[in-house]
């Protein structure tokens, strides 16, 4: 297995804090390969409608903004991050010209370019990106930054040093710090009058990115155009874009089928075989992927019973059967997972010692879970209404059944969800998160005190462990301390791992450029498809 690498000291940052290079790859179906790749000269003009999973209900106040991987779609069209990255999972300068470290990566200088302005006009100058870092550490008093505060927790200080430059201060040595620039995509730059005011700063979306806000529709569609004014010349080729929400899977491929939409993402498992079906008769281009992608799980708020009690976790950990839920329902499509690292990842483990299914030791543990509390073990599963998902949630309800656990199922739409487990107002739901990337990203979701920790882990060793990592700059000695909490989360049963999610994107067959242009300055291509977010900037129409 190939180590991360770390960067050179005193080097301009080309490569930071990365995933290893088996993540490079993008999975194109043979049958589709051609047809999604073929070399067509771009043309300029036209209209898109891309159907999203999800409606992002509260907005696009990005330090506040509750963004699934349909907002950053959005995201992705509006907003340009300083850092992003490329088809080989190196985080490399993208609005910034070069994120450079001190000897001991306590200090970070960020040279930004040159002639970059947002879609107001405004420049993107140094004391425009201290603003939106600030506000990201929660120092701008007219914004509430209530998620992004502890991902930024580790910045002492954001200086202005020059008209395009920006020096940033660590508390600690923080080797992997241009990787947090990026954020998946969710840490764009925002104008500052975007950040005037927190009322308008969910619906006032002004950024540098390829497209611009015309109108936004709630539950309806949201409307983008072209910016003129962008940076990277020659781009973007489209005129517009669309985007709907279209909840459930099915529709999206129907809609597709149809024509009534161009561009559909899907995570679901029969929603991709019958993409890859319409793929291979010519029908529609397609790229389906699970390389970068998130992990499917059932989350556990071990805060309140009963998974407060890890008698009760494991008993529902042997009680259900992923290989069964997988057979039955993706058809045998999915990866197992045994942990949230994927293959590739400095954590991953084949073996974590996640325990297997047992039946007969769950029901032991039921009983035993009974005599000790004094009811037995039930709790609510919430999931959202996609039908696909949904049969998922009875099947499980079916498995835990056998061993004697009660489980009753609540359906809520994807925003209420985000919303629940932010306020830790369940006790398991349908969770699909961690995307492949360094496991230095990961500290925000598992350390106990984070606000997104919606699980609420409160573990010394896993505390220590992500604060070892962090700060160590040693390839091997990280791959010890991650494969150390991988193993910590299969004997605590803190999350149950199912899958690792695949993605699919399809299209009509006149689209082109799904996977994005190159990047600028000779970093590679884009991490097309990372979380299910594909580079808008480089589609065009032909025909």
Partial sequence: MAHPRVPSRRRTIAVVGVVTACLAAITIPASASTRASAPA??????????????????????????????????????????TTINSDGETVPYLAESVEPNEDYTQWTITLRENVRFHDGSPLDAAA?????????????????????????????????GPLTVLVTTKQTWPQFPAFLNGTGRYG??????????????TNMIGTGPFRLEEWRPNESLTVTRNDQYWRPGLPYLDEIVFKPVTEGQQRVNGLASGDLDIVHNSGALQIIDLRKRARAGEINLVDSDEGAEVGYGMLNVSKPPFDDITARRAVALAGDGSELNEIRNRGLLTLASGPFPPGSPGYLKDTGLPDHNLKQARKLVAQYEREHGEPISYEYLTNPDPETRALAELNKQQQAKAGIEVSIRVVDQATQISLAIAGQFQQLAWRNHPGGDPDTQYVWWHSGSPVNFGR??????????????????????VKIYRQLNRRFASELYNLWVWYTRWGVGSQRDIKGVAGPPLPDGHGRPFALFSGVIPVVGLSRTG
């Fill in 129 to 161: 990106v201290k603003l939106n870092l600030d506000t990201y550490r929660g120092k701008n008093p007219k914004i509430n930054a209530p998620l992004t505060t502890f991902v930024f927790s580790d910045v002492d200080t954001v200086e202005v040093t």
């Fill in 189 to 202: 730059m925002m104008a500052p009058a975007q950040l005037a005011d927190q009322g308008p700063c969910a």
């Fill in 41 to 82: 000269k771009p043309s300029r003009g036209g209209s898109v409608t891309f159907g999203l999973e999800a409606e992002s209900s509260l907005g696009y106040c990005l330090a506040s903004a509750q963004l699934g991987p349909a907002g950053i779609q959005v995201v992705a069209a509006i907003y340009d991050t300083l």
């Fill in 457 to 478: 882990i409160n573990d010394p060793v896993i505390d220590d462990l992500l604060e070892r990592g962090r700060v160590e700059t040693d390839p091997d000695a990280r």
